[in-house]
């Protein structure tokens, strides 16, 4: 399959139309201090698209990115976690379900007095997005910054090393697939069945939200919706007792969500010494050995040596969920990662089920799994913050050529399809919520790299209208 290359990557009109495009997607769905993923559909300000999103503000306006990380860090609960969701206390309570009140988070002894939040957490992209916005403005304000986040970052990695290390091998658990970020990707159809919480659906016993704006065929179904909803009740009703996580129905460690702890703590490293604090080398030691043993734990954990494929264990049963997703290509993220299952895993990335299978790489799911689906929500769709996870993964690791067919076929989706949620990978159309803040900013930082590429090189551009980056 041919990628796409994008005038957005060819033609400093067309690069400059769409960052202004982006921007102001960015800053309609700003709502103060933080930008709604999207008004409608996501009425609320989310851990990780808190952390894309600043991402692409510090391309403009670094200030303000500050202010979005910080209004997220507000959400902190004092045993470290950083909830999925801290509520806007300008949104009607009733527009997205599960609300305010589902977590009860207020009448836990840890949960903060002064946001109210939701008592799950999504990925660890936080510490990148400290980085990235500090790079942006590295000067007095910038490194004020880095000294007021840094025990928040290092609270939140602590929070899941400790209390989230289930297995007892050094990996960490999620207890809902919510925290996966990749909620309905069939990496959890396996521990979802053994859970049977499936089998506890009753039509009606709650009122769904999410299917107001966005057609119920690309969003989860509604067992799998119940499921999500029973295990947040199991959780909630267990008193966050991360003491008693093993009792509850899922309990799994995640590919991506483990990968991306490990970046983190290498991430965390890089601001420890940025932020020139007294004890930084020590610091900074501490968190790149905390990074290696996550690679050791991972190694042993979540890989089939035998047949190169990273997976998904689920701690209750022991059995590790090999389905291809685009969770699976996040090792990508580890340094130390031994030679053969780097090659596998790029193998896979370029393969015929991801990059080499689609026109708008890269699928969420791999597109030869029975579970593929082009539109359903991440069980199959293109997303920019994927996209944009393997392309950092991809260059820090320097495959230039699969990076630079990310990032060209991430700019001629969002250039020709708008900023949404996520998109079918075979014909690009846009999927989900419209005017989606992480696609809007996620593609400023690509555009902010293409920029770099012709300023490397400028013979490789608009006058000649070749291909910025082959
Ligand atoms: C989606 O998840 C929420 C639940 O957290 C939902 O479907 O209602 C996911 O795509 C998640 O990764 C994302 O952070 C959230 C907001 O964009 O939406």
């Known amino acids: 399959m041919n990628a796409v290359v994008s005038p957005a990557t060819t033609d400093p009109a067309a690069w400059a139309d769409l960052a202004a495009a982006a921007v102001a997607v960015l800053r309609g769905n700003d709502a103060g201090e933080v930008t709604l993923p999207s008004p409608a559909q996501y009425p609320h300000q989310w851990s990780w698209d808190a952390?894309?999103?600043?991402?692409?503000?510090?391309?403009?306006?670094?200030?303000?990115?500050?202010?979005?990380?910080?209004?997220?860090?507000?959400?902190?609960?004092?045993?470290?976690?950083?909830?999925?969701?801290?509520?806007?206390?300008?949104?009607?309570?009733?527009?997205?379900?599960?609300?305010?009140?589902?977590?009860?988070?207020?009448?836990?002894?840890?949960?903060?007095?002064?946001?109210?939040?939701?008592?799950?957490?999504?990925?660890?992209?936080?510490?990148?997005?400290?980085?990235?916005?500090?790079?942006?403005?590295?000067?007095?304000?910038?490194?004020?910054?880095?000294?007021?986040?840094?025990?928040?970052?290092?609270?939140?990695?602590?929070?899941?090393?400790?209390?989230?290390?289930?297995?007892?091998?050094?990996?960490?658990?999620?207890?809902?697939?919510?925290?996966?970020?990749?909620?309905?990707?069939p990496l959890w159809d396996g521990p979802l069945a053994a859970a049977r919480v499936r089998e506890g659906f009753r039509p009606g016993a709650f009122l769904r939200r999410d299917t107001v704006h966005v057609e119920a065929s690309h969003r989860p179904d509604d067992e799998d919706y119940a499921a999500y909803v029973a295990l947040a009740e199991a959780y909630r009703d267990s008193g966050y007792d991360d003491g008693a996580l093993i009792r509850l129905p899922f309990v799994v460690e995640d590919p991506l969500f483990n990968y991306l702890l490990l970046d983190a703590e290498l991430a965390l490293a890089e601001i420890a010494e940025a932020a020139d604090a007294a004890d930084a080398?020590?610091?900074?030691?501490?968190?790149?050995?905390?990074?290696?043993?996550?690679?050791?734990?991972?190694?042993?954990?979540?890989?089939?040596?035998?047949?190169g494929r990273v997976g998904a264990r689920d701690v209750r049963t022991g059995i590790v969920h090999t389905t291809p997703t685009v969770a699976g290509l996040t090792p990508l993220f580890d340094p130390w990662l031994p030679a053969d299952l780097r090659e596998a895993t790029v193998a896979m990335a370029t393969g015929p089920s991801f990059a080499g299978g689609v026109r708008y790489p890269l699928p969420s799911t791999g597109v030869y799994d029975p579970a593929f689906d082009c539109r359903r929500y991440w069980r199959g769709p293109t997303w920019i913050n994927t996209n944009w996870l393997v392309w950092c993964a991809a260059r820090r690791s320097g495959l230039t050529g699969l990076a630079a067919q990310i990032r060209d076929s991430s700019l001629a989706l969002v250039k020709d399809h708008s900023f949404r949620e996520y998109y079918d990978p075979q014909t690009g159309r846009g999927l989900g919520a419209e005017r989606f803040s992480w696609s809007a900013a996620l593609t400023l930082d690509m555009l902010a790299d293409v920029r770099a590429d012709v300023a490397a090189d400028p013979s490789a551009c608009a006058a000649k209208r070749a291909p910025c980056a082959t």
Do not use: M
Not at 175 to 185: K, R
């Open 281 to 307: 080398a020590e610091a900074a030691r501490a968190h790149r050995d905390q990074a290696r043993r996550l690679h050791g734990a991972l190694l042993d954990a979540l890989w089939d040596r035998e047949t």
């Open 51 to 185: 952390a894309f999103i600043a991402i692409g503000l510090a391309r403009f306006d670094p200030a303000r990115a500050r202010r979005e990380l910080l209004s997220l860090f507000a959400g902190q609960w004092s045993d470290g976690r950083l909830p999925h969701i801290v509520y806007h206390p300008g949104t009607d309570p009733d527009s997205y379900f599960p609300g305010p009140g589902f977590w009860r988070g207020g009448k836990h002894p840890t949960a903060p007095r002064g946001a109210v939040t939701s008592g799950i957490v999504q990925p660890p992209v936080h510490a990148r997005a400290v980085l990235a916005v500090w790079a942006a403005d590295p000067g007095d304000a910038g490194r004020d910054f880095l000294r007021l986040t840094y025990p928040v970052l290092r609270a939140w990695h602590g929070y899941l090393l400790d209390r989230r290390n289930v297995g007892g091998r050094g990996a960490v658990a999620i207890v809902h697939p919510w925290e996966s970020g990749l909620d309905n990707s």
